[in-house]
């Protein structure tokens, strides 16, 4: 849960498919503070959860079993996503660095930035490299994970805004468009570095957002 801009009250609720019980916040009864301000978006890891809000510069490490923050990572302009890329090394998109952070996941501390223009947002990955996602740029950039260095960009729609993997290998990348550009769904090969088709919006009203894929 965001919370409101500046109110420093996100939280973190649990539901429980089999019984049907809900928590409303597990952050602050298990660490008797609250979380931050605005937290964008949560990734899970080895066991534990990697909680990035936005608006407190911060990610909050946590133990899946007891919600107990274990780490934090700091000195984050703006963080927004966090895609781990191995064991022991994690990226982190930037709404104002310009860059992309990358982050060691054994010491819960940044080790270097990526240079790479515009609001970064999701990331994906896949056949050593990271798919990356941005809201003011008309690309989706391509980054080896093995030397940290971007090394391509795929041309789609400003506003790139989601990307997830199907289960046939392929990139889906959400666009809300702008600046001449139509909102659209994009297939991407992650191979060729391509789009392999795209599904253009008639209206900006009705642009893509948050794309979420089942395991078929």
Not at 89 to 114: E, F, M, P, R
Not at 117 to 126: D, F, S, V, Y
Not at 198 to 208: L, M
Request: aromatic share 8%; net charge negative.
């Amino acid at each position: 849960n965001e919370g409101n801009f500046q109110w420093g009250n996100a939280s973190v609720s649990y539901f429980d498919g089999a019984t049907g019980n809900s928590t409303e916040d597990l952050y602050a009864p298990a660490n008797g503070s609250g979380l931050g301000d605005v937290l964008q978006s949560m990734t899970v890891h080895n066991g534990r959860g990697y909680l990035v809000v936005n608006n407190s510069g911060k990610v909050v490490v946590v133990d899946l079993n007891t919600f107990a923050a274990t780490a934090t990572i700091t000195g984050l302009p703006s963080p927004r996503h966090l895609l781990p890329v191995s064991n022991a090394k994690a990226y982190v998109t930037d709404l104002q660095a310009n860059a992309i952070h990358t982050v060691d996941l054994n010491s819960n501390s940044i080790t270097g930035s990526i240079p790479c223009p515009g609001w970064t947002e999701q990331l994906a990955l896949a056949y050593g490299k990271a798919f990356v996602t941005n809201q003011t740029r008309r690309y989706v950039y391509v980054i080896d994970t093995a030397t940290d260095q971007l090394v391509d960009s795929i041309g789609v729609s400003r506003g790139g805004n989601s990307i997830l993997e199907d289960a046939q290998g392929m990139l889906w990348v959400a666009c809300t468009g702008g600046s001449g550009t139509a909102p659209a769904l994009y297939r991407i090969d992650p191979v060729a570095l391509e789009v392999e088709t795209s599904f253009p919006y008639a209206s900006s009203a009705n642009s893509p957002l948050r794309l979420t894929i089942n395991g078929d």
